[in-house]
């Protein structure tokens, strides 16, 4: 008799912070939302770094309350083959979700961080794991820029006055004050 061995994949989900301002240490907050997972069965969780295992602090939001998410290595889908499982990601790591069952959906979502002035890109958020590749990528890319108005990138903490105004980087915060008289 020959033995059928069905096709399984992986879900692999990388996180990239760019621009002048990206804090590439920080973690951010991810979901990937399963459905036609195979009920009560257990899928592997594996990460790129061994040291993002475990619990990690999210970057902080203004008027949040400080938020972990505990990185874990496995999670088992429910009795309607329906999973929710949330991990912080920083740049450079990638995550890796084994064994998925063949015609099962995901769609990969990442909390808003637009506050903090990150625009977040996903490529190849959701779709169905039927095609000819065992392997999924998610490219999960975050961009934060700030520039306060004349004040140009090289702005460091202080204050700088330049044309009148004074522009003041505390932090991650620009600031800009007009000076009177000038």
Known sequence: YARFTPRTYTLKVSKSVTGNMGDKRAYFKMTVTFTGLKAGQTYAIEY??????GNHALVARPNDQAETVDNKTAFTADDQGKATVPFAVKDGLTVSIKT????????VSEDDYSSLGYQAKLTGASGTLNGPRVTVAVEATVVRVIICADARPTLTNGINGINGYIYILHGQQCITIHQSGT
């Open 48 to 53: 790129s770094d061994a040291s993002a295992q």
């Open 100 to 107: 998925l069952d063949y015609n099962a959906t995901y769609t």
